[in-house]
Each structure stands twice: as C-alpha cells, then as structure tokens.
C-alpha cells in the first residue's frame, strides 16, 4: 500500500503560478511511476503529468506542456507539480497517483490516489 496526502492549490488570478505536492508513505516510493491527473466539474478525469521512478523523465499532457513542471525527491518521497501562466481551463481538482506499471497515462492503471485538491482559475 501507498499512501499520498497533498497539499496547495487554491484560488488564484489567470497568469498567476502555484505548485501541489504529494507526499508519499507505505512502501518504497522510488518503485512507483508518480503522477498528476485532473478533473474539472462534468469532465472525466484526465493526464496532467508523470514521472518515472528516478525522475529522469517527465511526460505532459499538450495543454500544460511548458507551463508545468513535475518533479520528485525520492529522499523525502515527494513529488510537486509546479504550474505557472495558470489559464481559467485550468481549473480543476488535481489528484497525484501512484503506479507500479510504467509510462501510463490512464487513471485505471494508477491504483493509489492523493485526496484532491482544488484549483480555481479566475479571468
């Protein structure tokens, strides 16, 4: 079992920056591909952002690609996202996840989720 606890988000104006972390316990954390989806009210939930098990590779999702950034620090079992030109479409609850298999982008393969946290995007 993984657990994850996040923190940050919140309300911010159009082109303002904010980053989420994701704080990992339970098992070995650099054994786990980390990632960052999202869901906005009436969407699916969707690929923000991943990561692989030694941080040497990131991966986004077009519509963030360039204005996020998603690191790891396996010493302190962490991973952040930090997002910047944040856009109103942005808006969403952001959920860090955990996953044993690598290079997904699919919410059903990721069997460990954070608690979600808000962001709000105002024009």
């Known amino acids: 079992q993984v657990q994850l606890v996040q923190s940050g988000g919140g309300l911010v104006q159009a082109g303002d920056s904010l980053t989420l972390s994701c704080a990992a316990s339970?098992?070995?954390?650099?054994?786990?591909?980390m990632a960052w989806f999202r869901q906005a009210p009436g969407k699916e939930r969707e690929f923000v952002s991943r990561?692989?098990?030694?941080?040497?590779?990131?991966y986004y999702a077009n519509s963030v690609k360039g204005r996020f950034t998603i690191s790891r620090d396996n010493a302190k079992n962490t991973v952040s996202l930090q997002m910047n030109s944040l856009k109103p479409d942005d808006t969403a609850v952001y959920y860090c996840?955990?996953?044993?298999?690598?290079?997904?982008?699919?919410?059903?393969?990721?069997?460990?989720w954070g608690q979600g946290t808000q962001v709000t995007v105002s024009s």
């Open positions: 996840a955990a996953s044993g298999i690598p290079g997904s982008t699919t919410p059903g393969r990721y069997p460990y």
């Open positions: 339970g098992r070995t954390f650099s054994d786990y591909t």
């Open positions: 990561i692989t098990r030694s941080g040497g590779s990131t």
